[in-house]
């Protein structure tokens, strides 16, 4: 199996819309084999997603199957205080009627702050986040479900991101960037 730069979270969503039943004409059983086995199972979806996780960001080339979020992430308001965890729930709001069953997005933080942990918001318990760090500042997120439903809108907390800071941030800098969502 080649996974290069061409795998993305669409090819994660479609592994595991399969695997509930779900045709779609662009899923290839093929290429979601990814151990070569000859059979799909939801650890082929995960392994696809560990893939994404380190893959380069958007080109025209790779993802032209990977529809640009139709929305944008939010967090609500939270307190960062040296030393001491923090979490910002992050909120997602749509502007089509089209819903997600999966996502992916990075993060970039200011210098001096860390990512410790991402979690499903609690209206979305069925679904799996996972992130890894891509640079000192930027963290790569990506978020499933492995029974095709689908992310809720509006003021339900989709994931919750656990942060830390080691430093005093300038004010001008304490901004939270979600960028490449997908």
Not at 8 to 14: P, R
Not at 99 to 116: H, L, T
Not at 152 to 169: E, F, P, W
């Amino acid at each position: 199996v080649n996974c290069d730069n061409a795998v993305t979270i669409h090819d994660v969503a479609l592994v595991m819309a399969y695997l509930d039943g779900v045709d779609h004409p662009e899923f290839n059983i093929k290429k979601a084999d990814y151990d070569g086995d000859g059979y799909v199972y939801e650890e082929d979806g995960e392994a696809i997603a560990d893939v994404v996780l380190s893959a380069d960001a958007p080109s025209a080339i790779y993802w032209y199957t990977t529809p640009v979020a139709a929305g944008r992430y939010y967090g609500k308001e939270f307190a960062l205080e040296q030393g001491v965890d923090a979490v910002v729930p992050l909120n997602l709001l749509s502007y089509s009627d089209e819903p997600y069953n999966a996502i992916q997005f990075d993060i970039k933080v200011p210098d001096g702050v860390f990512v410790n942990d991402i979690t499903a918001g609690d209206v979305l318990a069925k679904h799996v986040f996972n992130y890894a760090q891509l640079d000192m500042n930027t963290y790569r997120v990506v978020a499933y479900t492995m029974d095709n439903s689908t992310f809720t809108t509006g003021d339900d907390v989709v994931a919750n991101i656990d942060l830390m800071t080691t430093d005093v941030i300038e004010e001008s800098a304490r901004k939270i960037e979600i960028c490449n969502a997908y």
